[in-house]
């Protein structure tokens, strides 16, 4: 099969609205399961396939999500280029909640998860480069298709990532903030040094649902608002990644 492109859904993305003819894949990796079933399907005349990152049903937390498996589960169902869309809080003041970034570096702040296929036994060991730790042309195809959408994005910016489950605290964030961190998210890693280790082109599309730690005037960042701006620049996706595909 080849598949055009694969979405790997964040929170508050779970099924890939508007996908005709699909069936669903369950794919034996040697990593072990993926989040869930791969569902496959015509978009926008093209060949889409979706996963989501915590699952269908959101049980999966971001430090225990398969990365490896889901990256290899897409690779080998045949994706050609991968779009991780990502829920995010914002940090820079640009970056308040609804508004969609297509950033362009990463530092990566979590621990204890796998994030090379050369962690198994007898695997050759690579060094890949990371220093562009998105795909350019793939994010170009993003930001073209959004402006043909007209939906507004912000070109680049660095997006931290966290352990999680839990948000983090002021300092925390301060501290990102003086690394230069623009996003903070908590699934961005390892799943881009994954995709780069397959040669899979792979972008990110952010999704801001709240101001980070110390970056907006409340004093606690709730959940429920969390979703709901979510819900509001998730809707925004297919109509981007539409463009995306017919370009
Ligand atoms: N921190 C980390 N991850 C997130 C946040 C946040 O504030 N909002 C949405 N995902």
Redesign the pocket.
């Known amino acids: 099969m080849s598949i055009d492109l694969a979405v790997i859904g964040g929170?508050g993305l779970y099924n890939f609205p508007g996908l005709e003819n699909s069936s669903r894949h369950r794919i034996d990796t040697p990593f072990g399961a993926a989040s869930g079933d791969v569902v496959t399907g015509d978009f926008a005349g093209r060949k889409l396939a979706f996963l989501a990152r915590h699952g269908e049903s959101h049980t999966v937390p971001?430090h225990r999500v398969n990365y490896r498996a889901n990256l290899w589960a897409l690779h080998s169902l045949g994706a050609r280029k991968v779009i991780g869309v990502?829920?995010?809080?914002?940090i820079r003041a640009d970056m308040g909640p609804r508004v969609i970034v297509v950033p362009d570096q990463i530092i990566d702040y979590t621990h204890g998860r796998y994030t090379s296929f050369c962690d198994v036994e007898g695997a050759e060991v690579r060094h890949i480069d990371f220093s562009e730790p998105y795909t350019e042309s793939l994010r170009r195809e993003l930001i073209d298709a959004a402006a043909k959408a007209d939906i507004a994005v912000i070109d680049g910016g660095c997006y931290g990532a966290?352990q999680?489950p839990r948000?983090?605290t002021r300092a925390e964030?301060a501290r990102m903030k003086r690394d230069g961190c623009d996003l903070?998210?908590?699934?961005g890693m390892p799943e881009a040094v994954l995709a780069r280790e397959l040669e899979l082109p792979y972008a990110c599309l952010a999704l801001?649902?709240?101001?980070?730690?110390g970056c907006g005037d409340e004093a606690e960042?709730s959940i429920e608002e969390?979703f709901a701006h979510?819900a509001a620049a998730t809707a925004e996706v297919p109509r981007i990644l539409g463009h995306l595909l017919k370009s």
């Open positions: 929170s971001p990502n829920a995010v809080g914002g966290t999680g948000l983090e964030i903070v998210g908590m699934t801001v649902a709240n101001f980070a730690a960042i969390i979510l």
